[in-house]
């Protein structure tokens, strides 16, 4: 199963509100592939898993977007829609992405010891909606850089678009770097 169609699942059901989720919960159960016991008490992975257990990978993200549409949440399956033409352009997985770890997960480590930009980063994040204002400044008060990486990695950990954006804006930022950590893969 590709990470990256799970993770782009996930993030896209953690988006929603709690009752549009469970009229999506609902709406996939009219579906002869999806039994409510299947989405019974399900979070935002269950439901994932599920719709991928029950379809195949390109089904799956195609049949959330239908479902998403069928209760009048265009903007969410419109987004979804998005990631899935990225990931058919791109041959199904996400640039930032090997195997099923994510590269800002995969150098974590390395990222909080060598980034020396992180204010600028903050700022492209809040820029893409990326992170919202309070987490912003959260971040800022942080005293030194190494604090402040490993707090906005804290707060971008559930979010495969927040890690896509990060992943960007670093090789905008800090392009040697990020050459170097490419190379370690």
Known sequence: MSASV???LIAA???????????????LCES????RRDVEDADELDLANVVIKRYTEKEALRTVVQKLQEIGLTDAAEGLR???DEMS????????TKGDAHFVDLHRTALVER?????????????????????????RAQLTSYEKMRTLMDKVRGSV????CMYKALKELEPLMMEELEGVN
């Open 13 to 27: 059901l953690e988006n929603l509100k709690k009752s549009d989720r469970k009229k999506f919960a609902e709406k």
């Open 89 to 96: 352009a791109k041959g199904g997985q996400s640039e930032s």
């Open 32 to 35: 002869p592939r999806i039994s």
């Open 82 to 84: 998005r990631k899935d």
């Open 115 to 139: 980034v020396s930009t992180v204010e600028p980063l903050l700022d492209r994040l809040l820029e893409e909606k990326a992170i919202n204002d309070e987490a912003y400044s959260y971040v």
């Open 6 to 8: 799970r993770f782009i």
């Open 161 to 164: 678009k927040a890690k896509d």
